[in-house]
């Protein structure tokens, strides 16, 4: 019988629309392409060649599901979409960002058999197509000016038509879904929305719990029976009574045995031997227990009758003719049964005693009835108890692993570690709904990532990723890393971008050797030593209620500098400065970093080392001699390399003349301080000349000149035009300031002959190590730990380049002798560990494994622990 919870069937399986969300966000986590997941693509780069010719990089949105209510073969989904758009030379404009949202219909599709490949498999699968008719695009589109000011288009709902053209192309074919195992029972479906709020919507299959094949219309059902569930399995009040009374019929038939005895005393006596049998049964589902009880109700009810095969009576009761036959009865018996679920499985009970009804209207009725109806409770209780356990079993079948593994089956096809398990039930008037929770793969946190653009004129985030969400906005900053003296390139500065994940500045050319000129609004990594950071927000779905919920990204930041090619053991180092840090008009030191050293992206460097007098006219000299030189494939990048100390106590003249070299040079000029003496040593370079003393390095690293003379300009271009090796232009690269966050801290930290410093420990949930050098950073990141109370348990080592002996036991005495320091004079612990800024602090979880960098100069950056 159709009711309005299964409609025509016995059972239905509902999934909400919040779980299908969660496995679509699983779908984009598992990242694409993938080679044994279906995946949804987060970063995209392809070509159109209708219309507009060019070149697009998207970033694409975890789609959110749409369920149509009443739909048996569609849905709906929206999903978020960022591009650029490069056109190809002499292309039809189309815009340079866009920014939006796509919505589109997909149709579940037959597969045609007789397809190649596809016999006897077709139905096993279900393939989605998009309806090409349904594509649209909502959003914003803009164009760059020449100083990559966005300007919006007029037109917007042309653009947007054209815009939707290009996506309903590459949806149908490029990004078209492929066929995906699904199993045949997932075939048949309805939707149901009843709000359009999360969890207001589902999907229903025809559920058979028997393992036949469903039968019925699909339009009949229309009860949306999720009540905040991640799935249910409905079961009509008719098939659950189907087993119970399937068990209850082998009582119809049973006979009890009774006599009743009235006793007048010397008045007479009446002893009738009586016979009571059950001819039906019947069942009822009554659905839900009163007052709120979580129980269903199902009523019992045995019918029969009752007969006298011996009569004798005797004095009183011996008046008037009776015979057995007028003393023939019926009754009814009704038993109600509790189903409870607890436990993962249900329970059947009888609900207090039978109630007895007898139909009696012949003589002796005070004795007939009364006795009856004791005797046939009697007979009737033990006989319905003894069939519970086997309906109990019936009904313990329905959440049987068989019975929910077809499900999780179906979901780990998705996400291999997606789970599904009954939790509760809850009883309605036309049948039980069995409560389920679904679990999937914790959701990744957000990854903030950004590189170089490749046109050299900002930075790149499509990188960038909310896996399982969308990206929203791009947060960034930057800031600037000098000499104690020299003024930064520009002021450091903030921008926060929804519409686009690029960060760029415009310029207007190129020195042959790579210096870029004419640039408006600098950044870091581009125009100078610095740093840039991002944080992106968004939304993701949570992996538990499969809510669209926002979510932020932890600051990520990258460390520019030059590359030069050096031994590793050399270096080299080079202190960095913040020009916001100023005190009497020298900036602070925040940190030294290690600049790359065995690199094949090195250009030629031209060094100068100066520990005395700045020499004017050959600096004069070398500018010029730079500025006439002929090659045109070799980048150079030129180094005042001061002696340690110099730039701090040099006066304003000297200063004066640095600064003017720096900005008339055609090539990159760095101006730093021979941190540890570490290049003088390379060099071959005396500290104690007050010449300065000049050194030509190839992109090898190859010492090809070192004049012990004075030169002119005329010379240098000579030595520049033969000696230059061919290499790449100089560039401001990525340094690294420490270890991957989630890698293992590989090195050994070991003291005296005792073991190494165990860094990871079931018993210490973090350990805490500090890489510092000799330099005024580290001395003050030093003094604010050692001011700090830390454990064992925490802080567990201290490890110093460049430090003597007797240095690292002045440390150590800072911390009161519980923190071992470990002196590094050569940096060798320091590179194992892959430090590349100090002072860092490396945090540790048990299992030795990253999960936080902290420096002074930035915030924490801390583990992807949702990964």
């Given at each position: ?262 006793d ?31 129980m269903?109700?199902?009523r ?10 011996r ?47 007898v ?17 046939i ?144 609004s ?17 939304r993701h ?22 590359e ?38 090195a ?5 100068c ?13 070398v ?30 003249q ?17 101006i730093a ?61 990525a ?20 073991p ?7 018993n ?12 005024p ?12 109370t ?6 567990v ?22 923190v ?24 540790v ?23």
């Open positions: 019988m159709s009711n309005r919870l299964t409609g025509d069937f016995d059972a239905v399986l509902q999934v909400s629309d919040t779980t299908l969300d969660r496995l679509a966000a699983a779908m984009h986590q598992n990242g694409f392409p993938h080679e044994s997941l279906p995946s949804l693509p987060h970063v995209a780069h392809f070509r159109i060649e209708q219309g507009e010719h060019g070149s697009v990089a998207a970033q694409i949105g975890c789609p959110h599901v749409v369920l149509i209510d009443g739909s048996t073969d569609r849905f709906m989904v929206e999903i978020g979409f960022r591009a650029t758009f490069r056109a190809d030379p002499g292309s039809e404009p189309l815009a340079d960002i866009i920014n939006g949202t796509i919505h589109a219909t997909y149709r579940v599709h037959d597969i045609d058999p007789t397809c190649a490949g596809w016999h006897g498999i077709a139905d096993d699968y279900v393939w989605l197509r998009v309806i090409r008719s349904s594509i649209s695009f909502d959003g914003s589109a803009y164009n760059e000016s020449s100083r990559f000011v966005l300007s919006g288009v007029t037109d917007q709902a042309a653009l947007n038509a054209r815009i939707t053209k290009h996506l309903t192309s590459l949806l149908a074919d490029g990004f078209a879904p492929r066929p995906h195992p699904i199993g045949r029972r997932f075939r048949r479906f309805r939707s149901l929305v009843t709000d359009r709020r999360p969890g207001g919507s589902g999907v229903a299959f025809p559920f058979a719990l028997d393992d036949a094949q469903p039968t019925g219309g699909l339009a009949s059902i229309t009860d949306l029976a999720l009540d905040g569930s991640d799935f249910v399995v409905a079961v009509s009040g008719d098939f659950v009574l189907g087993h119970i009374t399937s068990e209850l019929s082998g009582i119809e038939g049973q006979q009890r045995d009774f006599h009743i005895h009235g007048a005393g010397y008045g007479g006596g009446l002893e009738i031997d009586y016979h009571a049998r059950i001819d039906s049964t019947d069942a009822a589902w009554l659905g839900s227990a009163p007052f709120g009880m979580p269903g109700i199902v019992i009810t045995a019918n029969g009758r009752g007969w006298a095969s009569l004798y009576r005797s004095g009183v009761f011996n008046i008037g003719s009776v015979s057995a036959k007028d003393i023939a009865l019926t009754f009814t018996v009704e038993q109600y049964l509790a189903v409870q679920f607890s436990g993962g499985q249900f329970s059947v009970t009888a609900a207090g005693g039978p109630n007895t009804n139909n009696y209207g012949g003589p002796f009725a005070s004795y007939v009835k009364s006795t009856a109806r004791e005797r409770s009697e007979h009737v209780q033990p006989l319905v108890k003894s069939r519970l356990a086997a309906a109990e079993n019936a009904l313990r079948s329905y959440t049987g692993p068989d019975k929910s593994s077809a499900f999780a089956d179906a979901l780990k096809t998705v996400d291999p570690s997606a789970g599904a398990r009954f939790d509760r039930a809850s009883f309605r008037a036309d049948g039980l709904v069995i409560h389920g929770t679904v679990t999937v793969a914790h959701r990744w946190g957000p990854r903030a990532r950004f590189a170089k653009a490749e046109t050299g004129d900002g930075f790149d985030a499509i990188d960038s990723w909310i896996p399982g969400g969308r990206v929203d906005r791009f947060d960034w900053s930057w800031r600037w890393y000098t000499n104690p003296v020299q003024a930064p390139p520009g002021p450091p500065g903030t921008a926060t971008n929804e519409d686009t994940f690029r960060l760029r500045r415009p310029h207007s050319g190129r020195t042959p050797f790579g210096l870029m000129t004419g640039v408006d600098p950044l870091p990594g581009l125009d100078g030593l610095g740093k840039v950071c991002l944080k992106i927000a968004g779905v949570d992996h538990v209620t499969g809510v669209w919920a926002p979510v932020e990204s932890t600051v990520e930041c990258a460390v520019f500098g030059y030069f090619r050096m031994p590793v053991e050399v270096g080299p180092y080079l202190t960095v400065c913040d020009p916001l840090r100023r005190v009497e008009n020298r900036a602070r030191e925040v940190g030294v970093i290690r600049l790359a050293a065995e690199t094949d992206r250009p030629n460097a031209l060094i080392y100066v520990s005395g007098d700045w020499d004017a006219r050959a600096a004069d000299a500018a010029s001699g730079l500025a006439h030189c002929r090659r045109r494939d070799a980048g150079i990048v030129v180094l005042i390399l001061c002696k340690e100390g110099f730039l701090g106590s040099s006066d304003a000297t200063i004066a003349g640095l600064e003017r070299f720096s900005d008339e040079a055609v090539a990159p000029v760095l301080e021979d941190t540890g003496g570490r290049w003088a040593a390379h060099l071959g370079v005396s500290a104690s000349t007050m010449t300065a003393q000049w050194r030509l390095l190839d992109a090898a690293g190859v010492l090809r000149w070192a004049p012990d003379r004075e030169f002119d300009a005329e010379r240098l271009t000579r030595i520049l035009d033969d000696k230059l090796v061919t290499s790449r232009a100089p560039e401001l690269v340094v690294t300031s420490g270890p991957e966050v989630g890698s293992r801290l590989e090195v050994e930290l070991a003291v005296g002959r005792c190494p410093i165990p860094l990871g420990s079931p210490r949930r973090s350990a805490r190590v500090l890489f510092a050098d000799t330099g950073a580290s001395a003050g990141i030093v003094d604010r730990l050692a001011s700090q830390y454990s064992e348990k925490e802080l080592a201290v490890v110093v380049r460049d430090a003597s002996t007797e240095q690292a036991d002045a440390i150590a005495a800072k911390f009161g002798g519980g071992p320091v470990l002196p590094d004079p050569s940096g060798a612990i320091s590179r194992r560990a892959g430090i590349g800024w100090t002072p860092t602090v490396v945090v979880d048990g299992g030795g494994r990253v999960t936080e960098l902290i420096t002074d100069s930035e915030p924490a950056r801390r583990a992807d622990t949702a990964r």
